[in-house]
Structures are given as C-alpha cells and as structure tokens.
C-alpha cells in the first residue's frame, strides 16, 4: 500500500534551516505530484506547494516563495522541503502527502 | 486566495446521529475542466488527515457509506449517518479548484 514516511522532529535557531524528508513506497514514485502542508499549533491547514518527482517541476502559494525549496531524489523515492530563515511563525507541522495519502508529519520547533 | 468557510465550528451528536458540515466557497469551484475538486477529510487527535470524499461525492477506498458529500459550484456538504466513536476529530474541506490550493477552517466533532 502507499506509504508516506517522514523524518524526525527537528528543534533548530532562529534564523537556521531545516531539511526534512519523506520516504515514498508502494507506488511508482515519479508518477504523482507530492504536497507539502504546514499545520500551525491547533489550526488549520496551509498548502506550500508541490513537486512533480518525475520532472522536478514545482509549483507554490506565493506566501511560501522563498521560504520552502522542494527537491527530489528519484533514486530512493524521496521528497525533500528545506525551509530558511526559520522564524517562531515557522514552528508547525509539516506533512507530505500524495493527496490520498499522508506522512505522519513532521514537528519543527524554531526556539533559541 | 479561495476562502472556504466551514460551519458549524463544532458539533455535538450522540452515537448512531446524524451530522451535517457545509463547506461555502467565495468563488464557484468548477474548473475549466468541468470537474469540481472539492475534497473532505477527517483528522482524529494526533493523526494526519485522512481523505473521505474526493470530488464533492466519491467516497475514498474502504470509507464506510455513512459518509456522504454532495453539493455544486460554492455550496458542499458533507453527511454523517449513524456517527461512531471513531468519526470523532476535526473535518476539513479542500478546494484543488484554484491556485493556490485551501483549506476550510475546519469543524470539531465531539460526542455528545
């Protein structure tokens, strides 16, 4: 079956980044857009943008341009978002998801 | 961005009730295409969100037929029959219409 699996929780500075992955299996990897999503503190829920894992083609909320790079490793069916110059509004979680399916999230804390 | 405004916030039902969420949007959710991309989840405490409705009405593989959505253009509602203990968690709706992708603010259902 399809499964999403995401790295670990991450405690990073202000002004730091932070990279995070998710481990695609059970589907042909290159052949579905990947999501990312962030999840503030007991709120809703804020598309970031997507990756084309076949072509490496991207598209983003404009709120998120410049704060979220997403690449792929095809080699290991891999996502990957990198977020930079971390502020507290960046403390969330993150998911990645193929829409039907859902990694189980990522918590970034950015704290001194 | 769409604006999608779900209602009501939070909803009390005793087991085996019925509960009804809307889902308004501020622009018409049919696509050039003619598809309407109007999706519902469901996330229980500490989960990621699951998908239950795909395209206003198709339900998504192995979601009981209690579940059922219907609606058109910038009015969706999602219906639960017979709600069980383990429907409990916050719904989402999910318009992929337009770019970029929203979320509605999401509804809390608890038992009553």
């Known amino acids: 079956q399809v499964k999403l699996l995401q790295s670990g929780a991450a405690l990073v500075k202000p002004g730091a980044s932070v990279k995070m992955s998710c481990k695609a299996s059970?589907?042909?990897?290159?052949?579905?857009?990947v999501s990312w999503v962030k999840q503030s503190h007991g709120k809703s829920l804020e598309w970031i943008g997507e990756?084309?894992?076949?072509?490496?083609?991207?598209n983003f909320n404009e709120k998120f341009k410049g704060k979220a790079t997403l690449t792929v490793d095809k080699s290991t069916s891999t996502a990957y978002m990198e977020l930079s110059r971390l502020t507290s509004e960046d403390s969330a979680i993150y998911y990645c998801t193929r829409w039907d399916s859902w990694g189980q999230g990522v918590m970034v804390t950015v704290s001194s | 961005d769409v604006v999608l405004t779900q209602t009501p916030v939070s909803l009390l039902i005793s087991l085996g009730g019925q509960a009804s969420i809307s889902c308004r949007s501020s622009?018409?959710?049919?696509?050039?295409?003619?598809?309407?991309?109007l999706h519902w989840y469901l996330q229980k405490p500490g989960q990621s969100p699951q998908l239950l409705i795909y395209q206003v009405s198709n339900r998504f593989s192995g979601i009981p037929d209690r579940f059922s959505g219907s609606g058109s253009g910038t009015d969706f509602t999602l219906k639960i029959s017979r709600v069980e203990p383990e429907d409990l968690g916050v719904y989402y709706c999910?318009?992929?219409?337009?770019?970029?992708?929203?979320f509605g603010a999401g509804t809390k259902l608890e038992l009553k």
């Open positions: 059970g589907y042909t990897f290159t052949d579905y857009w």
């Open positions: 999910l318009q992929r219409t337009h770019n970029p992708d929203t």
């Open positions: 990756i084309y894992p076949n072509s490496g083609a991207t």
């Open positions: 622009q018409s959710l049919v696509h050039s295409n003619g598809n309407t991309y």
